[in-house]
T-cell receptor, first 113, second 112 residues
Framework: EAGVTQSPTHLIKTRGQQATLRCSPISGHTSVYWYQQALGLGLQFLLWYDEGEERNRGNFPPRFSGRQFPNYSSELNVNALELEDSALYLC????????????FGPGTRLTVL | GDSVTQMEGPVTLSEEACLTINCTYTATGYPSLFWYVQYPGEGLQLLLKATKADDKGSNKGFEATYRKETTSFHLEKGSVQVSDSAVYFCALTGAGSYQLTFGKGTKLSVIP
């Protein structure tokens, strides 16, 4: 069974640009979560999508947004990039009945220059 | 809000030494508790979990017991190996929520 996949592996952008990160959940999982792992800040919850809808978001500005597609894959968009957005972005998925158990992808390393 | 506090390390141990990484939490109700491990250059892997008080999670020789009275979920292993070198994260999902709240992580290095 394939795990959670994320693309691209690495992404380099400049300040003010937009970044799009993609995530494919484990087959059968309907929930997708996004987390940011920034140096010195630890892992912080960004967004949660379930059945195509945003269910909750963490303490991040509106320029962090995303969506979930009918096939349950998800996109994270970061607009007007700032230097401090440089981080590893991790996607996780979970199954409806066992929401508490989240399975993580390898992450996308975003570098903002 | 919910929070997790864990010893930050880094922790350096010799092979076959005993490991304890302390984790305490603050949450309302009865959260579910987790330990995740992150090997160098990789994403997070679920190591073990416990969903109610006095539950013991175990995997790959690691154990942790959900202690409601002390709000703790300490990670233990009796004999560590070089391959256990990684960053370990304690985490919880609060009652009524599904996103994970993480501790800051503890880097473990095991030397031969």
């Amino acid at each position: 069974e394939a795990g959670v996949t994320q693309s691209p592996t690495h992404l380099i952008k400049t300040r003010g640009q937009q970044a799009t990160l993609r995530c494919s959940p484990i087959s059968g999982h309907t929930s997708v979560y996004w987390y940011q792992q920034a140096l010195g800040l630890g892992l912080q919850f960004l967004l949660w999508y379930d059945e195509g809808e945003e269910r909750n978001r963490g303490n991040f500005p509106p320029r962090f947004s995303g969506r979930q597609f009918p096939n349950y894959s998800s996109e994270l968009n970061v607009n007007a990039l700032e230097l401090e957005d440089s981080a590893l972005y991790l996607c996780a998925s979970s199954f409806l009945a066992i929401r508490n158990e989240q399975f993580f992808g390898p992450g996308t390393r975003l570098t903002v220059l | 809000g919910d929070s997790v506090t864990q010893m930050e390390g880094p922790v350096t141990l010799s092979e076959e030494a005993c490991l304890t990484i302390n984790c305490t939490y603050t949450a309302t109700g009865y959260p579910s508790l987790f330990w995740y491990v992150q090997y160098p250059g990789e994403g997070l892997q679920l190591l073990l979990k416990a969903t109610k008080a006095d539950d013991k999670g175990s995997n790959k020789g690691f154990e942790a017991t959900y202690r409601k009275e002390t709000t703790s979920f300490h990670l233990e292993k009796g004999s560590v190996q070089v391959s256990d070198s990684a960053v370990y994260f304690c985490a919880l999902t609060g009652a009524g929520s599904y996103q994970l709240t993480f501790g800051k992580g503890t880097k473990l290095s095991v030397i031969p």
